[in-house]
């Protein structure tokens, strides 16, 4: 028999329905719903195989829109959290043990954290960048160029560039012939890329410039080796931007620790 969330009318007992308390609009809706159902099932309140409130419940429940309903339920489906199934709505997942590795950026709360997070970056992408330039396809490596491309317009924009710097990593990923580097890239997502805590310690629109200037003459000599088919360059050129990306950061971090 299918199992229900306990007292799904709000209450005022804390351990039976609270989490369906409307929402308040200072906080991000989506993370909030995410967050309360997730302590629910992390509690144990909110059982394996417990069937969650149908949309227009929670909607109702939580003063939010559909859109971000649906939104939680698919970041949760994502966390291994919660399974749909058609016709009969969202479930706690049988083993919530199971949790896809992810980094959650208000984890990253030292320097250290992304320092940690930026070693694993060397142990993933190094060896992806040389087997890139093994397997790379000539329409992988027009991909890689065109990041490159999408970077130097992003720089003359004046923009930090990090949506456009992920989405070089990951192509160089995608051309490794391996679907799992691009996928624990994912996983990693845009915190792999420290910029907007960077560009804090940069007084002026020149001094930031410059600096993404110099990424951007390593990104190339990176393309390069790929499109020459050199893994062990690739590999070479990867570890240097890469260990070099850690020396840049920690310097600013020493010169504005505030950042």
């Given at each position: 028999?299918t199992?229900h ?14 989490f ?5 609009a ?20 909110l ?6 409130p149908?949309?227009r419940?929670l ?7 559909r859109?971000?309903?649906?939104e ?16 009969s709505?969202?479930?706690v997942?049988?083993?919530t043990?199971?949790v896809?590795?992810?980094v ?13 997070l ?5 142990a993933?992408?190094?060896e992806?960048?040389?087997l890139a330039a093994?397997?790379a396809s000539i329409?992988?490596?027009e ?8 970077i ?10 990090v949506?456009e ?12 012939g ?9 996983f ?11 560009r ?16 951007q003459?390593?990104?190339r ?6 499109r ?23 310097k ?8």
């Amino acid at each position: 028999m299918t199992r229900h969330i306990r007292n799904l009318a709000p209450s005022g007992d804390a351990d039976n329905g609270a989490f369906l308390q409307p929402i308040g609009a200072a906080r991000n809706l989506t993370d909030e719903v995410v967050e309360r159902i997730s302590r629910e099932i992390g509690s144990g309140r909110l059982e394996p195989g417990a069937r969650l409130p149908t949309e227009r419940e929670l909607m109702s429940a939580l003063g939010v829109s559909r859109t971000v309903v649906r939104e939680a339920v698919s970041a949760l489906k994502a966390d291994g959290l919660v399974v749909t199934r058609q016709g009969s709505g969202a479930f706690v997942a049988a083993d919530t043990s199971r949790v896809p590795f992810r980094v959650d950026p208000a984890e990253l709360s030292s320097i250290e954290d992304v320092f940690n997070l930026m070693e694993l970056r060397l142990a993933i992408e190094v060896e992806s960048c040389a087997l890139a330039a093994r397997r790379a396809s000539i329409g992988q490596i027009e991909a890689i160029e065109s990041a490159l491309g999408e970077i130097d317009r992003a720089i003359e924009r004046g923009d930090g560039a990090v949506n456009e710097d992920f989405a070089f990593h990951r192509a160089i990923a995608d051309a490794a012939g391996n679907a799992q580097f691009a996928r624990l890239l994912e996983f990693l997502g845009r915190h792999v890329i420290p910029r907007q805590s960077i560009r804090v310690a940069l007084s002026t629109p020149e001094e930031q410039r410059d600096y993404l200037m110099r990424i951007q003459s390593e990104h190339r000599r990176i393309a390069s080796a790929i499109r020459m088919r050199d893994a062990a360059g690739a590999r070479r050129v990867m570890r240097a931007h890469l260990s070099n990306s850690l020396v840049r950061y920690r310097k600013l971090v020493e010169r504005a620790p505030q950042a």
